[in-house]
């Protein structure tokens, strides 16, 4: 069974650094993309970015390049999102999530882990 | 950026009857790389179409995807009452970011 498990809640204050991840179990870990989604309380869903950890290829959306870093741990089936200075505009919960099978569907999301609640407050 | 614009924002429908929600890009989406997600609260999003028209696996037949081009749509041909919720259309072709619509929330009426 295909899972994505995240790390917990996290509570943090501006100008902090933060590392979350995601734990990939039954299925080749290096060979299926997994991407990064945001969700603003209340509101929709937005693209962070996408990484292939056989070989840490990296796609970033523009509106948080340099603001994210996505990375992969292939040893421990294990994706990352992280920030260098978290901003109070950063609560949210973010979502990873697993490609698909083919190339059609790689890019879309198949399998979701269940959410890391990130709340920035001074 | 591809920017999808869904339609309508809010739709209050009873159980049994059937719907067709829209999703229409600015650019065309190659190849149909269109997929549509349902989020219920407090859940994650789950996979419902992808390749504009292909369900995924386990999702039932009263839900099928259409469209290519710019214009999209999901239809839900009988409401049950597990199927309020709010969907989201995504693209994730060639052209980065993989945008999502706004998303459009279904409702009990």
């Known amino acids: 069974e295909v899972q994505l498990v995240q790390s917990g809640a996290e509570v943090k204050k501006p100008g902090e650094s933060l590392k979350i991840s995601c734990k990939g179990s039954g299925y080749s870990f290096t060979k299926y993309w997994i991407g990064w989604v945001r969700q603003m309380p209340g509101k929709g869903l937005e693209w962070l970015g996408i990484?292939?950890?056989?070989?840490?290829?990296?796609r970033y959306s523009p509106s948080f390049r340099g603001q994210v870093t996505l990375s992969a741990d292939k040893s421990i089936n294990t994706a990352y999102l992280q920030w260098g200075s978290l901003k109070a505009s950063d609560t949210a919960m973010y979502y990873c999530?697993?490609?698909?099978?083919?190339?059609?569907?790689?890019?879309?999301?198949?399998?979701w882990g269940q959410g890391t609640l990130v709340t920035v407050s001074p | 950026e591809i920017v999808l614009t869904q339609s309508p924002d809010t739709l209050s429908l009873s159980p049994g009857e059937g719907t067709t929600l829209s999703c229409r890009a600015s650019q065309i989406v190659d190849s149909s790389y269109l997929a549509w997600y349902q989020q219920r609260p407090g859940q994650a999003p789950r996979l419902l179409i992808n390749a504009a028209s292909s369900r995924a696996t386990g999702i039932p037949d009263r839900f099928s995807g259409g469209g290519s081009g710019t214009d999209f749509t999901l239809t839900i041909s009988r409401l049950e009452p597990e199927d309020f919720a709010v969907y989201y259309c995504q693209q994730y072709g060639s052209s980065l970011p993989h945008t999502f619509g706004q998303g459009t929330k279904l409702q009990i009426k």
């Open positions: 999530a697993r490609g698909g099978d083919t190339p059609l569907v790689a890019w879309s999301f198949r399998y």
């Open positions: 990484i292939y950890p056989g070989d840490s290829d990296v």
